[in-house]
């Protein structure tokens, strides 16, 4: 028997190698999976992994009006040969081309998931512009997954679309956590010595760990500057930063870019296949983000059993509770998260206690296999 055909699109190819790790391979039992991003090798690391047919159709992620009104068309022409039952979109450039490309082919079922909305670092005429942009995506799906229940509310509050249309899969999040993966039990002591001394940490450092983009929406300002004040009194912390800069999309200031490359107490480690051994290396989590949508490696560091300072936006405050598995700072507070990271240096008792939590919160929050089939269902559903 034919399974119905399924496309997912996002923008960019590690969003679909790391965003959706596994799901795809999942959902090509029930439907013939086929994966669409724009070029590149991770693409083809999705195609071996999961199983799964690949398109490449390059997006950008800024307004290029040329260039999306091309990428438009190309969708378009894939949609139209493979005449898939479901398209489901993430990210925000994908979203809004790949639903008006399966609103415009007549697909039934045009679904689209919320992961965050970079609009609300924004104002005048982009915001105006963005919202806009926004408000298409959700006129052309026939329903909108926000991946928290606090970024659904925003939703309504901001007027981008009526309540009906939306809803939260599961407890949140859009692929849950692989806690056999995320599972500090996975690290070898040896691992973890070799990475110490690459790094430089010795066993008397308490190490805070950030993974994510090095870039200013994500509070690296604030993170260096807080970091920096407590590295004045504490000689034995060490700071960890996980990911690639972004430079021509949301760059750093030039101060914080030199506090990063020359401060002794500092470690940049860039882009990693694998952040577990460097999760399990460090003591303290830190995510100081503007906004997210419900952020995986919040979800990572709770699995690894290691306590989060983050900041009080939605998805960060879904999974964090204040003083039991970690420490939630209001946005783009120097002080608050100064004092924040200060608390926990000091309080080792504290530490352990709240990292102790950790683990069986997510665990029993966020399992990868309850998110999956929670899709799954909504795809019958919607689909019926």
Request: hydrophobic share 40%; charged share 25%; with cysteine.
């Amino acid at each position: 028997m034919l399974r119905p055909k399924l496309v997912r699109i996002t923008t960019i190819p590690a969003s679909l190698n790391s965003l959706l790790k596994n799901q795809l391979k999942y959902m090509n039992q029930y439907y013939e999976v086929h994966a669409v991003s724009s070029p590149g090798e991770r693409l083809e690391e999705v195609k071996k992994r999961e199983g799964v047919f690949t398109h490449a159709i390059y997006m950008t992620r800024t307004l290029s009006p040329f260039q999306d009104l091309k990428s438009l068309f190309q969708l378009i022409k894939l949609i139209r040969k493979e005449r898939p039952l479901i398209v489901h979109t993430h990210t925000p450039k994908a979203g809004t081309l790949g639903m008006l490309a399966a609103k415009i082919c007549g697909i039934p079922v045009r679904m689209h998931t919320v992961a965050g909305l970079p609009l609300l670092e924004t104002k005048g005429f982009k915001r105006t512009l963005l919202n806009t942009v926004e408000k298409i995506t959700y006129r052309c799906a026939t329903g909108i997954y926000p991946n928290s229940f606090k970024l659904k509310e925003i939703i309504v509050q901001n007027g981008l679309c009526k309540e009906s249309k939306l809803k939260v899969i599961g407890n949140g999040s859009s692929n849950g956590i692989d806690s056999n993966y995320f599972d500090p039990a996975n690290i070898s002591e040896t691992t973890k010595q070799e990475l110490k001394e690459k790094i430089g940490l010795k066993d008397a450092d308490i190490t805070f760990c950030f993974i994510g983009r090095i870039v200013k929406d994500k509070g690296i300002k604030e993170l260096i500057k807080s970091f920096a004040i407590n590295a004045e009194k504490y000689r034995n912390i060490k700071l960890v930063l996980v990911g690639s800069a972004e430079r021509a999309i949301d760059p750093l200031d030039k101060e914080t870019e030199q506090i990063i490359t020359s401060h002794p107490q500092i470690y940049a480690a860039g882009v990693q296949a694998d952040v577990r051994p460097f999760l399990a290396v460090s003591d303290i989590f830190v995510f100081p983000s503007y906004r997210e949508g419900f952020p995986n490696v919040v979800l990572q560091a709770g699995a690894m059993g290691i306590p989060s300072i983050v900041s009080n936006i939605n998805g960060c405050n879904e999974i964090i509770e204040n003083n039991v598995n970690g420490i939630i700072v209001p946005v783009k507070d120097v002080h608050a998260l100064t004092d924040a990271m200060r608390y926990l240096i000091d309080n080792k008792d504290a530490r352990h206690r709240i990292a102790s939590a950790c683990r069986n919160i997510i665990v029993s929050h966020y399992s990868q296999a309850y998110i999956w089939e929670q899709i799954l269902e909504e795809y019958k559903n919607q689909s019926a």
